[in-house]
């Protein structure tokens, strides 16, 4: 049987060719051998799931394997956000969660994403330490498969309420009555994804107002994946304008990233909202501790960090590296542009769903829309010119552009003399004039991703169709 490969955050693969419900009994018993290698077999495991094609099947097969094995699961009663998985495990201080799902990968995609018992993503070493006992079980010829799907307690099993821990969390951290006491008019746009229903029950008996899109499980996702960017919240755009509504939320598939459109139909960008927050909390919490973003994002939060004496540490793509530094160091927000932050005083993990209800808490207490938070900080700061692109490519002439590119850095991109390289996380190129391009590779899709930063959107063009001709050739 082929390898199987752990990527940052765990496995994904697609359903019914590699993900099949035998691989996840396979993946459960090694994960149950390094659990007892570990002596931690004891503790127990909290299992959780998405909307996916059959994730709730594949985490019950988890479940009943880990219990052939004399391990006790905690099983969510239904599908949940991988952040509320994440903190039922930190709350219940389980060496291990288990979260079924593929995030924003398309909908013929499935996987597993383990969590540790601070609540957030499992390091480099210990993924792979789970990756080797995962294969030494693949390698046995002896194996049974249980094909049956009923959710049934049992000393082995408990069905357990997941959600409502994580509200408390959640109305513990967020002034949900300021939310609730404004007249704001929000679109939720749930993605068919785990989302649906959160933020109207968190919200519900207020007089804010709440109009729901793509609020129910739909497996196929639209035939897309359910990732909050500019290209997928069309409709979002359209019925925030439409109905006049001060803002637009959108959750990826396990609700751990978010998106927001404003007012006027435009895609806000983490590159601006990772500042606002971060200004916010400053100014209304007066919480101490420094800013991690990953290599990625673009400067404007190192101009603002600046005005406030906070350090900016940049780590490489994937928020295990942020988390990372958020157990080892004092650090008021974590954030990727990707769509996900982590925030002091709350679990070190992307939490979609928190991240939007304090952007509510930001809007309604300010008595400020969203646009004249952006204009001001734009007036301070500097707006941010930025666009990224990820491309479907064959993966070996992928790996083949960036070792070329590695070993002979171009002198020029887009007439603009290349000053210096990075390779903390893929290849990134300084330019003369300020700008950079980031290049990386995925390690779970035959995908290329380009990130570029510059001073217009014309430069940003510019920059990026002469990038395409590095790495896509």
């Not at 993605?191 to 519900?204: H, Q, S, V, W």
């Not at 927001?260 to 400053?282: D, R």
């Amino acid at each position: 049987m082929e390898k199987i490969i752990f990527g940052t955050d765990g496995y994904r693969a697609i359903i019914a060719e590699q993900f099949t419900f035998k691989t996840v009994q396979q993946i459960a018993l090694g994960f149950a051998k390094f659990l007892k290698d570990r002596k931690i077999a004891d503790k127990g495991v909290a299992i959780g799931f998405d909307t996916r094609f059959l994730s709730d099947r594949f985490a019950i097969i988890f479940a009943k394997t880990l219990a052939t094995q004399n391990i006790n699961s905690y099983l969510s009663q239904n599908f949940v956000p991988t952040p509320a998985l994440s903190y039922y495990t930190y709350l219940k201080q389980f060496p291990f969660g288990v979260m079924i799902t593929a995030s924003h990968n398309p909908p013929e995609y499935n996987g597993i994403k383990f969590k540790a018992r601070y609540g957030g993503p499992i390091f480099g070493n210990i993924i792979k330490q789970l990756e080797k006992y995962v294969n030494s079980v693949f390698s046995q010829k002896h194996f049974k498969l249980s094909m049956n799907f009923e959710i049934e307690e049992s000393p082995q099993i408990k069905i357990v309420d997941m959600l409502k821990p994580y509200f408390n969390q959640i109305s513990s951290y967020i002034d949900i009555k300021a939310i609730k006491k404004s007249n704001l008019k929000i679109v939720v746009d749930a993605m068919y994804g785990a989302g649906i229903d959160i933020l109207p029950t968190i919200l519900k008996n207020g007089k804010c107002s709440i109009i729901n899109l793509r609020n129910y499980k739909n497996p196929d996702f639209d035939g897309k994946g359910p990732e909050p960017m500019p290209e997928t919240l069309g409709e979002l755009s359209q019925v925030v304008i439409k109905q006049k509504a001060d803002i637009g939320i959108a959750f990826d598939g396990d609700a751990d990233r978010f998106g927001i459109i404003a007012s006027n139909g435009k895609f806000i960008t983490l590159h601006e909202l990772i500042p606002l927050l971060v200004q916010y909390i400053i100014q209304t919490r007066g919480w101490d501790g420094d800013i991690v973003k990953t290599t990625s994002t673009a400067d404007a939060i190192d101009k603002l960090a600046k005005k406030y004496s906070r350090k900016v540490i940049e780590t490489p793509v994937g928020f295990r590296y942020i988390c990372e530094q958020m157990l080892k160091k004092n650090i008021l927000l974590g954030g990727e542009e990707s769509g996900g932050i982590g925030l002091k005083n709350h679990i070190p993990e992307r939490d979609g769903i928190l991240s939007a209800l304090l952007l509510l808490e930001m809007i309604s207490t300010s008595k400020m829309s969203l646009l004249e938070h952006l204009k001001k900080l734009r007036k301070e700061f500097g707006k941010v010119y930025y666009n990224r692109i990820a491309q479907v490519y064959d993966k070996n002439r992928l790996k083949e552009n960036m070792e070329t590119l590695k070993r002979k850095s171009p002198k020029k991109i887009a007439t603009i003399n290349v000053l210096s390289s990075s390779y903390k996380d893929g290849i990134k190129f300084f330019l003369k004039d300020g700008s950079w391009v980031l290049m990386r590779i995925s390690d779970t899709e035959p995908v290329g991703r380009i990130y570029v930063y510059s001073h217009s959107n014309e430069e940003v063009n510019r920059i990026m169709n002469a990038s395409k001709k590095l790495l896509f050739k």
